[in-house]
């Protein structure tokens, strides 16, 4: 029999840590602090469902395939076929297919040393450059996503425009609740409510966010860069809306959504939800990134102020999973392993994948570590 495996945090990580732990025959206990699972990947309840962070599901990607395995794929949705409209050079508009057509043109790899911006402009001009820039902060929630590794964001880039984007029905929550309910089925121990203040004793994944695993840990090293950025999220009446499902502000990094069209069960009837993101560069005020986001609103939904029934914003920060700088891939970033049967599996630690799937990657990396050294793991519970 194997020993108890302490997992801290029961969010996307935390919850498939345990599954694949307990499925290997680890006796798992999962710490959550907050009363309900499911960490940033949480969804209010009725009547706005709004998801507090992620969105969109990758079904071409290796979580995927896994929760498939195991029969627990949530009920998903595709973008509904509604125009989207792009703000870029001042403009709002369709999209503009020339943009599809440069993005297409891309050479297939990129390299990781240089930054997108440059690597760019030695395939496309200027203009073009800084349009499709634009466009890839929906997936890197940067500020400036040209200033990342070109072969980080082109990674992004073909992933996002494979196809694979789908929206998980009735929200994330919906997926939460499947992972709680098989890792309780297969013995895991989930206490919510239950903040660590120190690192257990014994094998130990930590499934927190970065910041949160350097807290615990007291080890500085556990940093690498993510985006800063304001959501600004919004229930409204439906009456007289226009019929786009997405806006693009290419010039000012703002994405909008209006979820209920792709799943209605998000808002009452007669009701819409729409999520916005907005980049922020360092310092900018919350209050400035809401200006710019009311403004795109005014212009892509007339009369929408009238027509709110509920509104939240806040900044997020380091809470969008990694970016890499050119010259770093995800190899570089904090070693998933961490010696002495401490592992910290977080979505920016060092582990493939896109967005949430790094989370992933990096647990069961954590659960190979802890496989191959289970005298070590023994001797700290004292087997
Ligand atoms: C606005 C936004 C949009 C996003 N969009 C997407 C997207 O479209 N697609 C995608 O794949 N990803 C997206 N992401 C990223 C995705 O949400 C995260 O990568 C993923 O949810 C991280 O899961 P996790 O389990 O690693 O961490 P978390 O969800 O942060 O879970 C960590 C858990 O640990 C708990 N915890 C922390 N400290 C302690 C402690 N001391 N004791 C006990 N418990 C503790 C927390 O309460 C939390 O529940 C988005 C994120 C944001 C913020």
Not at 93 to 113: C, D, F, N, R, Y
Not at 263 to 278: K, V
Request: aromatic share 6%; glycine share 10%.
């Amino acid at each position: 029999m194997k020993p108890d495996l302490h997992i801290v945090g029961a969010g996307l990580t935390g919850l498939t840590a345990a599954i694949e732990a307990a499925e290997r025959g680890w006796r798992v206990t999962v710490a959550e602090a907050h009363s309900r699972p499911g960490g940033r990947a949480r969804t209010l309840p009725a009547p706005y469902r709004a998801n507090l962070g992620a969105h969109a599901i990758y079904v071409d990607g290796p979580w995927w395939a896994w929760l498939e395995r195991r029969g627990l794929t949530p009920p998903i949705v595709a973008a509904p076929h509604q125009a989207g409209l792009v703000r870029a050079g001042g403009r709002l508009g369709p999209w503009p297919a020339e943009l599809s057509q440069a993005i297409a043109a891309l050479p297939a790899e990129a390299p990781a040393e240089e930054s997108f911006r440059a690597w760019l402009l030695r395939h496309v001009d200027a203009k073009t450059a800084e349009a499709i820039v634009g466009v890839v902060f929906i997936f890197t929630f940067d500020h400036d996503p040209g200033r990342l590794s070109a072969a980080f964001v082109h990674q992004r880039l073909r992933r996002a425009l494979a196809g694979g984007a789908r929206y998980v029905t009735g929200g994330w929550s919906t997926l939460v609740d499947l992972l709680a309910e098989r890792a309780a089925g297969l013995g895991a121990r989930i206490h919510t409510r239950t903040r660590v203040s120190a690192l257990p004793a014994g094998p130990t994944i930590l499934a927190t966010s970065l910041a949160a695993a350097r807290r615990l840990t007291g080890d500085a090293s556990l940093t690498w860069p993510s985006a800063r950025m304001t959501t600004v999220d919004v229930g409204l009446r439906a009456d007289g809306g226009p019929d786009w499902f997405r806006v693009i502000d290419v010039d000012h990094r703002i994405y909008a959504a209006r979820y209920s069209l792709a799943d209605p069960t998000l808002a009452p009837p007669g009701h819409e939800l729409i999520q916005i993101s907005a980049a922020c560069a360092p310092g900018e005020r919350k209050a400035d990134a809401e200006r710019r986001v009311r403004q795109l609103l005014d212009e892509s939904w007339p009369g929408w102020r009238a027509a709110v029934q509920w509104y939240r914003s806040a900044v997020r920060t380091d809470c969008t999973g990694a970016i890499d700088l050119p010259g770093t891939t995800w190899h570089d970033r904090p070693a998933v392993g961490r010696g002495g049967g401490l592992t910290v599996a977080t979505d920016q630690s060092a582990a493939p994948g896109l967005l949430a799937e790094v989370g992933i990657s990096a647990a069961q990396l954590a659960l190979q570590q802890l496989g191959e050294t289970p005298r070590l793991a023994q001797a700290h519970v004292g087997v």
